[in-house]
């Protein structure tokens, strides 16, 4: 697999943004350049892009990231997972 070339990047960010940053990295253990290569690439999406059919299930590709207890089969029983997850909501409501 070849390595890839990074270029450092400087951005000036105000405190709110800064915060923000700090914030969805904190919650998400990503680092926050991964955070901003994410952000970038998901407003390229949407700048620059036409919106052919279908385009927004390309952002749903990892959105659960890669914990090891997501079911494997999750996306052909996702609706046995979210009726028993739902099942289970309401039992805890009662």
């Known amino acids: 697999m070849p390595r890839r070339v990074r270029e450092p990047v400087q951005a000036y960010l105000d405190e709110a ?12 253990g990503l680092a926050r ?8 690439r998901t407003f ?6 036409e919106r052919a059919p279908g ?13 090891a207890a997501i ?10 997972y979210l009726t028993d997850a739902l099942a289970d909501e ?3 409501a009662r």
Do not use: M
Request: proline share 2%.
């Open 44 to 49: 390229a999406q949407q700048a620059l892009a």
């Open 90 to 92: 309401f039992r805890r």
């Open 33 to 40: 350049a991964e955070v901003l290569r994410r952000g970038l």
């Open 55 to 67: 385009w927004a299930f390309e952002s749903l590709i990892g959105a659960f990231g890669d914990d």
């Open 71 to 80: 079911p494997a089969d999750l996306s052909e029983r996702h609706d046995g």
């Open 17 to 28: 943004d800064r915060a923000l940053l700090e914030e969805v990295a904190r919650r998400t």
